[in-house]
């Protein structure tokens, strides 16, 4: 092309908070991007799912159905539909336009994570489920139970099941090539996601640290911890040092997350990666250096939730019953309405 | 001065607006009006009311009301009993205020000019423009006339078209006949301006046609003109927009407003001018006004517009609101439209118009030519299995259609069966057990069976005489071949008839077991014991009816079988097997996946791959080709293991694997060709690990309990124990091979368990100990050769086993310093935390032997030292490459049976040796 190509910006974060949207639905368990992220999803645990327009503020639709409070949810690739899990041990299929549960999936224990694209996904009791969104076939296609302990979360790409479970394993089942990766991280896993280029696996653990994995051997890229390159705290008696031998556990003025289950995502360029943290705070790592890059004080709760924009330097933070919506320094909101 | 300097500031100051008050003694402050509180009044002091979010304006009478503080209360109340007839109708105007009817009310009275009659120019700053411009234009003052000469109404063309006797509403041309130009459409219509699209004026003509008589002239229709507006938004085609005065006064607010109708009213008025027909006449139309109390309709204004009341989606119409809708006379429904019409039901957009050519004719192919003699009457042929049982019927079948099927080969696809029809078309064949299985047998076996047929069918020739002769209809070619025929049919059953708990004379379990014996003895193809299994003391009319009895029954119990067979799968569990199908690849136990997190050396120490089989249809979804294509294991491959067994459900090395791993390594190359699973690293590594991890020793001790109990110890070990540098006994057999390996760590753990908890034991049991050990270790050494499939025991090979047997009791001083050293010959490749954490986690635990292993340590090197001094450097290699070993294990294992046999024959030496439970316990 004759047109130059457009100087590199540098990567930035979102630092600014644009938006706070009052959900209105007891505490948000989880907020989602859309597949394109002009839209979001937030799971309420007074059992609804509703839609949102999180860059101008507005409430789209609210799907009532479940029958206990919606942990997860995603939508699929086509925008059509909706897919959402909740504690009633269901997954549900929503019409986006109609807002009608199109199909419902019974026989998971009890439902943490989901993922929806040509078939559907889910998890936990130790399984992944994947089901069949096109056929009315009511039962898994195929059920995964290599896990030892609940999968906490699981992330679909075009060949691969990702899952990260509290047996503290990454699991990556590689359908084009017929293998089981199992990479075993050792705390228990909270949430696990893709790199953009698919090179790269990221899995945040009980320890308070992310790694960063890469995907065909196994080997570790980065590891993300509160203080850089400080000592991780032994979990747990097992195998480690003995209990004189422990230093003192350490007051962490920084990321902490050891006993919910949090979120953890990459930014749109792979540049950083962020994790919820149980201060209240989401912090961001530098990928390669790994150097604490921000940390945005989002609330004083636990930051339940978080996700990140697919193209755009955007943020949610899910935090008691709001959600946050963050965008980068330069950010200039148009059309503001709200 | 100073007084002189600030008046005159003061005088240059510059005041704005008024000044306050000046405050009284003891006078309060003023607050500010609130803002809610500010009002507005108009001339004569009376409020007025801002309200009304849409219509922006104020009330109108005393708060909202009309008229006085009192409310509704007429002026001058009238009986209209007494006065009916000068009842006056009180108009809006009774209710107005004075300022309205003024010049900027709503409703001015006074007499203003309208906007037909007001000069072009509106604005002012336009005017004084033309002005200034007729002042200074070449002939001062013509815009003068422009004020001079108004606006006429009509245009000097409508005028002169009047005087030729048109009408407006007519079309411009000379008159015409209507009737022949439906037929045919007049090519010499005169039309002026642009083309017009065919058949827009024509469909309105083919209405009134009918009203006028024949012999009629008349003018021609008047056209649409053409909207030639470019479209500019980005509405669907045909869309417009809600017509405000269609909404608000149009038919009726309740009605359905549709969108896209558009013109459905126009075709009849073709000037489509809606205000016409519907719009109400409203006197005072003012947007502040509203709707009067006397009004009916004032719903229309305040109607909820909701969005149910518009169409969203494109749907059919209902009939009737077609192109000619409900405004079409009443005799046109009735009649047949056109067939232009009838091929398009639906509307016309904006702009549109009907082909007047059909875009493709359509191809219309010829019905076939029916033969002379074709009878046009179907008879229905019964389907018929090829089964003996039909073949008479059959045969009866075909005689009587007159059409004998004279092969096989040529019967119609309806004949076929489902497996016929799937071999046809390529289709694989449904799982489940084979329909046959002589397909199982070898080509000898099968031989072998024919065999055995070919007697029992000469037994039976005379028996069986009903069969034989069905048979025989059935191929009546070639007896042979029917009687091999029978025995096919047998033979699917066969399978299965013995193992089965199909027991069809289970009455009489004599007569059953008659049976089993001799369905067993059918199987296996002997033929002259056939009536061995009948009862002797019956007679031979009885036998030969049970033995037709027998093969009724296995035949009977054969169709069932393939029929129903293919539709059920297996249970997965048998209930009297013992075994279990558990995941054949199981990640292995954590513990030194766990140093290795700790260390942080992630990558092959902390991955396990395995070989997983994608379902199908999940493969589909991903839209990936399937990894396995001919594979029917979904999931995990399995094998099979004690059911109730503990090592299921533990993550450890169990007997089948650790046992067997050089034939299973062996097996795993025959398998690589069709599997692309390579020996996993945990097969290998389970040696090691059953030494390195606490609880997989005690497992194993438990294990080897059993071991020992059915296992003396091997005289062998005495003999390597006295002479280590002898020829080790390289010729155990595998199997002992494999019963010492399995007894091996338990040798070891009995002896740190027992040996530590009793420190003061006499030399002479020490030493006992230490023969045991060495034997147990040299002995994993050959084995650990012969896994290479060495093809002999030669000499060098056993020397060098000796040399790593005996390292580790050499290397593992006893002094601190030598632990030291031991560690430094670790050290390098190893983070400090490893050796540290490694290091001070035993000690505590197990005093005992850490010293005592030191003390036997010691003496063995003294043994050894001497006969292997020259070994030492190798050993330090041996050590050097122990760590790489360690990371590329899987490797080693693997390369193992190439040509680099002896070194990683070393390396695997030093690999279970060198972290023996010795060493193990040591830390």
């Known amino acids: 092309m004759a047109f130059p190509r457009p100087r590199p910006t540098r990567p930035e974060l979102p630092r600014r908070r644009v938006r706070t949207l009052e959900c209105g639905q007891g505490a948000v368990r989880a907020v989602r991007f859309n597949v394109d992220g002009n839209y979001c999803l937030t799971c309420g645990s007074d059992k609804s799912l509703k839609l949102w327009n999180p860059h101008k503020g507005t409430a789209l639709r609210t799907y009532q159905g479940h029958g206990y409070e919606v942990l997860d949810a995603a939508g699929s690739f086509d925008n059509s539909q909706l897919c959402s899990c909740g504690a009633d041990k269901t997954v549900a299929l929503w019409d986006v336009a109609t807002g009608q549960v199109v199909r419902k999936y019974r026989g998971h224990a009890g439902v943490r994570t989901r993922r929806e694209g040509r078939g559907g996904t889910s998890s936990i009791d130790s399984t992944i489920r994947c089901w069949d969104c096109r056929s009315r076939r009511p039962d898994p296609v195929q059920v995964l139970d290599e896990a030892k302990d609940g999968v906490s979360s699981v992330k679909v790409s075009d060949h691969e099941i990702l899952s990260g479970s509290v047996d503290g394993r990454v699991r990556r089942y590689d359908l084009r090539a017929g293998q089981l990766y199992s990479d075993y991280v050792g705390s228990p896993i909270t949430s696990v996601c893709f790199s953009k280029d698919g090179q790269c696996t990221l899995a945040a653990s009980l320890d308070s640290t992310l790694r960063l994995l890469d995907k065909e051997t196994g080997e570790l890229l980065g590891e993300y911890e509160p203080l850089p390159h400080g000592p991780v705290p032994p979990r747990g008696a097992l195998g480690g040092p003995p209990p004189h031998l422990v230093p003192p556990p350490r007051r962490y003025t920084g990321h902490r997350s050891t006993a919910y289950r949090l979120d953890c995502v990459l930014s749109e360029q792979d540049t950083h990666v962020g994790s919820a943290s149980e201060d209240g705070n989401v912090y961001f790592w530098d990928l390669v250096e790994g150097s604490l890059a921000l940390s945005l004080s989002v609330g004083r709760a636990v930051v339940q939730s978080l996700a990140f924009h697919p193209t755009l330097p955007c943020l949610l933070t899910a935090t008691e019953g709001h959600v946050q919506l963050w965008r980068e320094e330069s950010f200039q909101p148009e059309g503001d309405t709200a | ?923």
Request: proline share 7%; with cysteine.
């Open chain 2, 1 to 923: 001065a100073a007084a002189e300097s600030s008046d005159s500031e003061e005088e240059d100051l510059v005041s704005c607006g008024t000044a306050l008050q000046p405050l009284q003694e003891g006078e309060r402050i003023k607050k500010p009006v609130p803002l809610q509180e500010q009002t507005v009044k108009d001339a004569k002091g009376r409020y007025q009311r801002f309200h009304g979010a849409f219509t922006g304006g104020f009330s109108a009478g005393y708060f909202n009301t009309v008229g006085t503080k009192e409310g509704w209360t007429p002026s001058a109340f009238v009986s209209s009993r007494q006065k009916r007839a000068d009842r006056t109708i009180l108009g809006p105007e009774d209710f107005m205020d004075e300022e309205d009817l003024s010049e900027f009310g709503i409703a001015p009275k006074d007499i203003t000019t309208t906007d037909d009659f007001a000069s072009k120019a509106k604005d002012r700053i336009k005017e004084k423009a033309r002005q200034i411009a007729g002042v200074v234009a070449a002939i001062p003052g013509t815009t003068a006339f422009d004020d001079l000469i108004g606006p006429s109404k009509i245009t000097v063309g409508v005028e002169l078209l009047r005087k030729m006797g048109w009408k407006e509403g007519q079309g411009i041309g000379p008159r015409v006949k209507r009737k022949p130009r439906r037929q045919k459409p007049d090519p010499a219509v005169k039309v002026y301006g642009c083309a017009l699209p065919p058949g827009l004026s024509e469909d309105s003509e083919d209405e009134e046609d009918e009203y006028q008589p024949e012999n009629v002239t008349f003018a021609p229709k008047d056209v649409m003109p053409v909207d030639l507006t470019p479209k500019e938004n980005v509405h669907g085609l045909g869309y417009k927009g809600l017509d405000p005065s269609q909404a608000l006064f149009g038919v009726s607010g309740r009605e359905h407003l549709n969108l896209f109708t558009g013109h459905s009213e126009d075709t009849n008025n073709l000037l489509g001018d809606l205000r016409h027909s519907k719009a109400r006449k409203l006197g005072i139309t003012g947007q502040a006004f509203g709707v009067g109390a006397l009004e009916e309709e004032d719903d229309d204004i305040y109607a909820t517009e909701t969005l149910s009341k518009y169409d969203t989606v494109l749907k059919d119409e209902e009939p009737g609101d077609g192109l000619y809708g409900w405004t079409a006379p009443k005799q046109y429904k009735s009649k047949t439209r056109s067939e232009r019409e009838v091929k398009y039901i639906g509307k016309i957009l904006d702009g549109f118009s009907l082909a007047s050519k059909s875009s493709t004719p359509s191809k219309i192919y010829p019905p076939p030519d029916l033969p002379r003699n074709y009878r046009p009457v179907h008879y229905f042929r019964p389907v018929i299995a090829a089964g003996n049982e039909n073949c008479r019927l059959q045969k009866v079948l075909e005689q009587s259609t007159g059409k004998l099927e004279s092969d096989t080969t040529q019967q119609s696809r309806h004949a076929l069966n489902a497996s016929q029809r799937r071999e046809r078309l390529g289709e694989t064949g449904l799982k489940g057990p084979a329909p046959s299985v002589l397909e199982y047998l070898s080509e000898k076996d099968r031989e072998r069976l024919r065999e055995v047929k070919q007697a029992s069918e000469q037994q039976m020739k005379a028996k069986i005489l009903p069969q034989q002769s069905r048979i025989s209809r059935f191929q009546p070619a070639s007896p042979d071949d029917a009687s091999q025929k029978w025995q096919m049919l047998l033979g699917g059953q066969l399978a299965n008839a013995g193992s089965s708990d199909f027991k069809p004379f289970a009455k009489n379990p004599e007569k059953q077991k008659r049976y089993e014996s001799f369905v067993k003895s059918l199987k296996q193809g002997e033929k002259d014991t056939l009536e061995r299994y009948l009862d002797p003391s019956m007679t031979e009319w009885e036998r030969g009816r049970e033995q037709e009895e027998f093969f009724r029954a296995a035949m009977f119990y054969k169709s069932s079988n393939s029929t129903l067979s293919s539709r059920f799968t297996r249970a997965k569990y048998e209930d009297d097997v013992d075994k279990v199908e558990v995941p054949r690849d199981q990640e292995n136990d954590i513990d030194d996946k766990e140093t290795a997190v700790k260390m942080k050396m992630f990558g092959k120490l902390t991955r396990d791959k395995f070989e997983w089989h994608p379902e199908k249809l999940l493969c589909k979804r991903f839209n990936v080709p399937d990894p396995y294509p001919d594979s029917s294991i979904v999931g995990l491959p399995k094998v099979k293991r004690d059911k109730y067994s503990v090592f299921n459900f533990l993550t450890l090395p169990e007997p089948t694997t650790s046992v067997t791993q050089a034939t299973k390594e062996k097996i795993q190359e025959n398998n690589s060709l069709n599997k692309p699973k390579k020996p996993s690293r945990w097969d290998v590594s389970d040696e090691d690990k059953e030494k390195k991890d606490s609880i997989s020793e005690f497992i194993s001790l438990a294990r080897s309990k059993a071991d020992v109990q059915q296992q003396p110890p091997v005289p062998a070990t005495e003999e390597c124990g006295t002479g280590p540098s002898e020829t080790l006994p390289t010729e155990v057999t595998n199997e002992d091979k494999d019963q010492e390996e399995e007894s091996r760590p338990s040798m070891d753990l009995f002896k740190a368990i027992f040996v530590s908890s009793s420190d003061e034991k006499s030399s002479s049991s020490e030493e006992e100990s230490d023969e045991e050990q060495q034997p147990t270790t040299s002995v994993i050494d050959s084995e650990t050769t012969k896994q290479v499939d060495l093809p002999d025991s030669s000499s060098s090979n056993v020397q060098e086993n000796v040399a790593a047997t005996t390292d580790p009791g050499v290397s593992l001083m006893p002094t601190s310093k030598q632990e030291l050293d031991a560690t430094e010959e670790f050290g390098p490749k190893l983070p400090p935390a490893f050796s540290s954490g490694r290091f001070y986690r035993f000690p505590t635990s197990f005093p005992g032997p850490s010293r005592k292993e030191k003390h036997r340590k010691n003496r063995e090197k003294h043994k050894t030292k001497r006969e292997h001094k020259h070994k030492k450097e190798k050993k330090k290699k041996h050590r050097k490459q122990k760590n790489k070993g360690k990371h590329k294990s899987k490797k080693s294992e693997k390369d193992s049976s190439s040509d680099s046999a002896d070194s990683s024959d070393s390396l695997s030496d030093t690999d279970t040796t060198g972290l023996s439970p010795k060493e193990l316990l040591r830390r």
